[in-house]
Nanobody
Framework: QVQLVESGGDLVQPGGSLRLSCAASGFPFRYYRMSWYRQAPGKERELVAHILSSGESTNYADSVKGRFTISRDNAKNMVYLQMNSLKLEDTAVYYC?????????WGQGTQVTVSS
């Protein structure tokens, strides 16, 4: 059974950094694209970035380009999101995602709050 578990969310001041982690299990992780999405209160869920099975990162949201980096460790079945220079508008629940056979699988989310 596909399982995605996010961790690392925290309260952080503007300009600070966080690294989110997603532990994946129940599928051959290294062959699948992984993604981070986020959803702020009252807003639609939005794509943050994809990372392909090749390790190439794609489709960073314009709002995070140059500040966030998605990466993966296939030996550990982990995907990460390094977030630097955090802004108030980065406040959201961050979700790990994979898509298999046209179906999306989601983790439970981890809360990131950027506040002064």
């Amino acid at each position: 059974q596909v399982q995605l578990v996010e961790s690392g969310g925290d309260l952080v001041q503007p300009g600070g950094s966080l690294r989110l982690s997603c532990a994946a299990s129940g599928f051959p992780f290294r062959y699948y694209r992984m993604s981070w999405y986020r959803q702020a209160p009252g807003k639609e869920r939005e794509l943050v970035a994809h990372i392909l099975s090749s390790g190439e990162s794609t489709n960073y949201a314009d709002s995070v380009k140059g500040r966030f980096t998605i990466s993966r460790d296939n030996a550990k079945n982990m995907v990460y999101l390094q977030m630097n220079s955090l802004k108030l508008e980065d406040t959201a629940v961050y979700y790990c995602n994979t898509r298999q056979w046209g179906r999306n699988y989601w983790g439970q989310g981890t809360q990131v709050t950027v506040s002064s």
